[in-house]
């Protein structure tokens, strides 16, 4: 069974960092280009990251402005997100899944985690 399992959020101060994991079961992460993707309360699912595969290289979304990172162990097959130097409007319920090509994220399409919440307050 093809599946995403993600962890390591919590609640944290403004500041503050946590890193996030995605693990992996059922298929070669290694073979998949892979997002995360954020729920952000009043705005729906918004883009952070593409971690491709191979030689694909890693993008992110613009309103992260150098304070997140995102990597993958293949061996582990697991995907990783930094987040650094946390803001409040970083409050949001965070994703992986495959990629996807159209102009708007749904979560009837691909393979997505349930999610592991992002809570950033003081």
């Known amino acids: 069974e093809v599946r995403l399992v993600e962890s390591g959020g919590g609640l944290v101060q403004p500041g503050e960092s946590l890193r996030l994991s995605c693990a992996a079961s059922g298929f070669r992460l290694s073979m998949a280009d892979m997002s995360w993707v954020r729920q952000v309360p009043g705005k729906g699912l918004e883009w952070v990251s593409n971690?491709?595969?191979?030689?694909?290289?890693?993008s992110y979304a613009g309103s992260i402005q150098g304070r997140f990172t995102a990597s993958r162990d293949n061996e582990k097959n697991t995907l990783y997100l930094q987040l650094n130097s946390l803001k409040t409007e970083d409050t949001a319920l965070y994703y992986c899944?495959?990629?996807?090509?159209?102009?708007?994220?749904?979560?009837?399409?691909?393979?997505w985690g349930q999610g592991t919440q992002v809570n950033v307050s003081s």
């Open positions: 971690v491709d595969r191979g030689d694909g290289g890693i």
């Open positions: 899944a495959t990629r996807q090509y159209g102009v708007k994220w749904s979560k009837d399409v691909g393979v």
